[in-house]
């Protein structure tokens, strides 16, 4: 098993460079709320496994934080995925068939 100090340091690593502090700690907590239950920190989790995550990860944080879109499935399941966390302040974007829609009447 892994100490607490190695547990705590395993998303970090994930942590983009151009990450800000407050987009990171809504994805770390994307990604620790969705660990298979029966992973205990220990090496080495599956690589599929944790790039899958680590791309739906992204996803949520694109979403939400730049207004990126995808398609309805996939943003469900993120959405989904992360029921229950918390961000503040999150951006509000106006798509363009929104901006058009607003023209034409």
């Not at 547990?7 to 690593?13: D, I, V, Y």
């Not at 680590?54 to 730049?66: E, I, T, Y």
């Not at 798509?95 to 058009?100: F, G, K, N």
């Amino acid at each position: 098993m892994v100490g607490e100090a190695e547990e705590a340091e395993f998303p970090e690593r994930f942590r983009s460079y151009s990450e800000n502090e407050r987009h990171w700690q809504a994805r770390r907590e994307f990604i620790l709320r969705n660990l298979p239950p029966d992973w205990a920190g220990e090496a080495p989790w599956p690589a599929g496994r944790i790039d899958h995550l680590l791309s739906l990860s992204m996803v949520w944080a694109n979403h939400l934080f730049l207004g990126c879109s995808y398609s309805k499935d996939l943003l469900d399941k993120v959405i989904e995925m992360a029921e229950g966390i918390e961000v503040e302040e999150v951006p509000q974007f106006t798509t363009r068939d929104e901006i058009m829609k607003k023209h034409r009447h």
